[in-house]
């Protein structure tokens, strides 16, 4: 195509395509028809070459159109003629009236008859009107994925790729069909020679823009290149802005705009592009100009596209802090953690409803998964100074489990199942219990050596649990006990619980009584409480506390003790072993006042397989604390991008960046929801971690690359939401896709993938406790209330808008997000690790 | 904060001037420099945060910590009390350390900040000086 186009580049272009005495040609494309065999009407063939004009109107507003459009994507202010009046840009074609399509034009002869005017020359100027715009349309549907104007001929079928053009034999003049001139050959083709005069200034213009479209380079005031590397995107599309042209190169540049980096230049002489990134241990061999050419690495490739850049969103701007490497100490994140702590990786302490804990000096030990090189490391963990102590009912000693960690007393119990267990003997004549007698309101403890039991006399007894026992250590003081409890089964009114305090060595003082029993008039599966009892705690010693339910029908399901103190303030010194290596923590705590307890390891060896981390609290023991994230982070010293002095604030423009366009988001979202705007507080202004995770699924309405959420289901694909591979390999929408490769949900392809686990790509990752002090995406209007110890959120939903601001511990325990790694500056400014 | 520095708005941007001047810091103390009530629609910034060791005032041990990952002593912008969770903090471990002022301290959460500085020995004293750079905007 671009050959057809050279002769054209020498037509001397007029600055206006004139309105002349063009009149609208109707849209089917037809021009107004010739019948031969009627007398001779000047009117019908002058109203053609009206026609035929106003083609070349059109053809003119499709040039102006794709010039705007080449503007648009390369900025480039391409040639483009000025028009006296608005007209259509998309030209109609009707392959009968078209001539030969070859870009010549049969002009009228002395010898010729009137009619030859219409089907020869008209024809051919129809033919020629079609193949410029055609050429035209081609060009641009073959540069932008999205052309500004349509083709007429898809399939190359009916219009040619004609390559001559100066057979559209032309000349500018003033001149009209008119029945008072005299009737000749200049009657004709004047008026058609002007025409093709038309053309040829149309086809100048085509072909100054297809040479703009086929080289980009030698005009662009902007690119906007992408970097690829085997079917996934290393560097979403870039905008490289001309820096400089001195005739020999053209330098195009993009952020960080750091000196001599990331530049793409174009050699005009050579015809080359090189790209220079901000690294420098790796340098790009000059390249023959196209659209798409061979990257710096194997299989990288560095595709300039076509397009208008769009409105850039968190992640991109994650992309774009990466590429710069700031100086100072690196704080990064090792995948070892733990997001819980009520689970089978801690030992020791006592296990409190939702997190492990130390409720006086004692030792705890994290067992995290995971192998570390050799080097410095962080531990931090989110602790939680706590006075008021909650053990969950499966907490006991008595191996009973029940609902939601709860426990349940066991009733009728058949024989065959006696196991460990303190029995009641009810109803009936009593039973006989390996050799004993059991009269009813008796007592036994059960064997797991004789689990059976035979009936005493003619009327059955029934059998059911009589106590759990619970040990644990609380600070010595005054403390008070509640029970959550509830009735599971069966019909009752009242329950009679008793409650123990038994230190070591110490006779059992009554806590909660059971002279007065407590009155059920719930529905069965409702918690209630039992009335505060009192205790003094005599020693930080363990202590046993069993809980009798002496009295009562029903099914009795222990939920919780809840254990509280009146201390608001404790002191904790903490010694941290890490696989040998200690260090220490010595701090004031403030009751529910979450923190981060942080240990720092200098030249620690590697460790394989199980990482233990123990704590070793020794002082001092009055309030007790919740241990509820462990997090270990390596320390290290950033690389810095070579020649990046000046650009240290580079990663926090970017969280700016990020900022504005998620609150541009997060503000289309309260519009496109109107007055149906989902609210995520609870009774009021409370906030819970489930809120958190509500109100970012609400961020993502108009961002949703802005969270990334780890091992998505395999149902679990959202239309317009990025996914990355994590293991070897998916499939989705029919395309295998291999780890790091990241893919995007579309609507047609549905909801389900195969063969391996994703991650949703997102900007911002659920914070931990190593995160302290990182930029959070906050609700406006979020806060720690002092005086409830609770979360609560000022604003509802269409006044909470995302806020970036410093990470605070209680951030933490409510799952709010943190930038993601890329982001990331050093902490202390000018420091290196000490030696 | 986005947007045009108006006079209007100029107006209402507070710089605080963080200073403690040579102050003696016995081993294991700690204390508040500053308080900072902060309401709702008021933003803080920490643009920067400098700890200064002028002399070691027991010469001749060697430090034992008590809170090693904030090294001999720190300064730090907190909103609990415990000293190893500050949300931007400067820890000594050559003659000065400061935090970063290309990635200043945001807060814009309601609530009281405390910025402590705490001798992180359990035998050393020190002479030590603070200084730092706090914008509210209001």
């Known amino acids: 195509m671009p050959n057809q186009l050279e002769s054209a580049l020498v037509i001397a272009l007029r600055d206006t395509i004139k309105w002349e005495s063009a009149v609208v040609a109707p849209e089917s494309g037809t021009l107004t028809p010739v019948a031969p065999a009627l007398p001779f009407d000047a009117v019908t063939y002058q109203e053609r070459d009206r026609q035929l004009a106003y083609r070349d109107l059109i053809v003119g507003a499709a040039v102006v159109e794709v010039s705007i459009q080449v503007g648009d994507v390369w900025n480039y202010a391409v040639l483009k003629p000025t028009l006296q009046g608005p007209a259509p840009f998309s030209l109609p074609f009707v392959g009968t009236e078209a001539g030969t399509v070859s870009s010549q034009i049969r002009h009228v002869l002395n010898t010729s008859i009137p009619w030859d005017a219409a089907r020869y020359a008209d024809a051919d100027l129809y033919g020629r009107d079609s193949l410029v715009y055609e050429v035209l349309a081609r060009a641009c549907a073959t540069t932008f994925v999205d052309p500004s104007i349509p083709q007429i001929d898809t399939t190359g079928t009916v219009i040619p790729s004609t390559s001559i053009w100066s057979l559209g034999q032309g000349a500018p003049m003033q001149a009209d069909i008119n029945a008072v001139l005299p009737l000749n050959r200049d009657l004709f083709k004047n008026p058609d020679r002007n025409l093709a005069e038309r053309d040829n200034q149309l086809a100048g213009y085509v072909a100054q823009l297809a040479q703009a479209l086929q080289n980009p380079f030698e005009h662009a005031l902007r690119l906007y290149v992408q970097i690829e590397a085997f079917g996934t995107v290393q560097r979403e599309p870039d905008v490289y802005a001309l820096t400089s042209d001195n005739g020999t190169n053209r330098v195009f540049q993009n952020d960080p705009a750091l000196p001599g980096a990331n530049q793409i230049i174009y050699n005009i002489p050579g015809h080359t592009l090189q790209w220079i990134q901000e690294r420098v241990d790796e340098v790009h061999v000059p390249q023959i100009y196209a659209m798409v050419i061979p990257g710096v690495e194997f299989g990288q490739a560095i595709e300039t596209l076509a397009e208008v850049p769009e409105r850039k969103d968190a992640q991109y701007w994650r992309g774009k802090a990466g590429q710069l490497q700031p100086s100072g100490l690196k704080v990064s994140d090792t995948d070892i953690y733990l997001t819980t702590t009520n689970n089978a990786a801690t030992q020791g302490g006592y296990m409190q409803y939702g997190s492990a804990s130390l409720t006086v000096p004692d030792l705890i030990t994290f067992n995290l998964s995971g192998s570390l090189p050799p080097g410095d490391y962080r531990v931090s963990v989110l602790g939680k100074p706590n006075s008021r102590v909650e053990i969950a009912g499966a907490q006991n000693l008595t191996d009973t489990s029940g609902t939601l960690g709860g426990a349940t007393f066991d009733i009728n119990v058949p024989s065959g199942s006696i196991s460990t267990k303190p029995y009641l003997v009810e109803h009936g004549d009593g039973i006989v219990y390996s050799g004993s007698l059991y009269l009813p309101g008796d007592v036994f403890v059960g064997t797991s050596a004789v689990p059976t039991y035979a009936q005493y006399g003619a009327v059955p007894s029934t059998i059911r649990q009589y106590a759990i026992n619970f040990v644990l250590a609380l600070p010595q003081g005054p403390w008070n006990v509640r029970l959550e409890y509830t009735n599971l089964t069966g019909v009752t009114n009242y329950f009679s619980v008793k409650g123990e305090y038994v230190a070591s060595g110490a006779i059992a003082v009554p806590v909660i009584q059971d002279i007065a029993p407590l009155p059920w008039n719930s529905t069965n599966g409702n918690i209630v409480l039992t009335p505060i009892a009192y205790m003094d705690v005599t020693d930080a010693g363990a202590f046993a506390f069993p809980i009798y339910w002496t009295g009562g029908d029903g099914q009795f399901h222990v939920r919780k003790l809840v254990f509280e103190s009146a201390v608001a303030e404790g002191r904790y010194a903490m010694t941290g072993t890490f696989a040998g290596s200690i260090a220490q923590v010595d701090v004031d705590g403030e009751n529910q006042v979450p923190g981060v307890l942080r240990w720092q390891y200098y030249s620690y060896g590697s460790v394989v397989g199980t990482v233990p981390f123990t704590i070793n609290y020794t002082a001092e023991a009055a309030l007790p604390i919740q241990f509820q994230q462990v997090q270990i982070q390596a320390l290290g010293d950033y690389n810095p991008t070579p020649l990046s002095q000046g650009f240290q604030a580079w990663r926090k423009e970017c969280v700016d960046r990020a900022e504005r366009v998620i609150v541009e988001g997060y503000q289309m979202a309260v519009a496109a929801y109107g007055t149906d705007i989902p609210s995520f507080r609870t009774d009021g202004s409370f906030w819970t971690p489930d809120a958190s995770e509500d109100w970012m699924s609400f961020v993502e309405v108009y961002n949703p690359r802005v969270r990334e959420v780890p091992a998505i289901a395999t149902d679990g694909i959202t239309p317009g939401f990025q996914y990355e591979v994590d293991t070897p390999s998916v499939v989705y929408n029919g395309t295998t896709f291999l780890a790091g490769q990241k893919f995007y949900g579309v609507e047609s392809a549905g909801t389900v993938y195969s063969g391996g686990t994703v991650h949703q790509v997102g900007a911002f990752r659920k914070s931990q406790p190593g995160h302290l002090g990182l930029p959070a995406l906050v609700p406006l209007g979020l806060y720690f209330d002092d005086a409830d110890k609770m979360v609560k959120a000022y604003y509802d939903t269409p006044l909470a808008t995302p806020t970036i601001m410093s990470c605070q511990p209680w951030m933490i325990e409510y799952g709010l997000y943190i930038v993601q790694e890329e982001f990331w500056m050093p902490e202390t400014f000018g420091l290196t690790l000490p030696s | ?138």
């Open chain 2, 1 to 138: 904060m986005n947007g045009f520095v108006t006079t209007q708005r100029f107006a209402r941007v507070l710089d605080l001037p963080l200073s403690l001047a040579q102050t003696e810091l016995r081993a294991g103390k700690a204390f508040v420099v500053t308080r900072i009530p902060l309401a709702l629609h008021q933003r803080l910034e920490m643009r920067s945060l400098t700890i200064m060791v002028n002399a070691i005032l027991t010469p001749g041990v060697v430090p034992a910590f008590l809170n090693t990952a904030m090294s001999l002593c720190s300064a730090g912008l907190y909103r609990s009390t415990i000293l190893t969770s500050p949300l931007a903090y400067a820890a000594f471990t050559q003659m000065t350390a400061t935090t970063n002022p290309f990635s200043p301290c945001v807060i814009e959460t309601p609530g009281t900040y405390t910025l402590i500085v705490s001798n992180n020995t359990d035998n050393t004293d020190l002479s030590l000086t603070v200084t730092g750079s706090i914008k509210i905007y209001y």
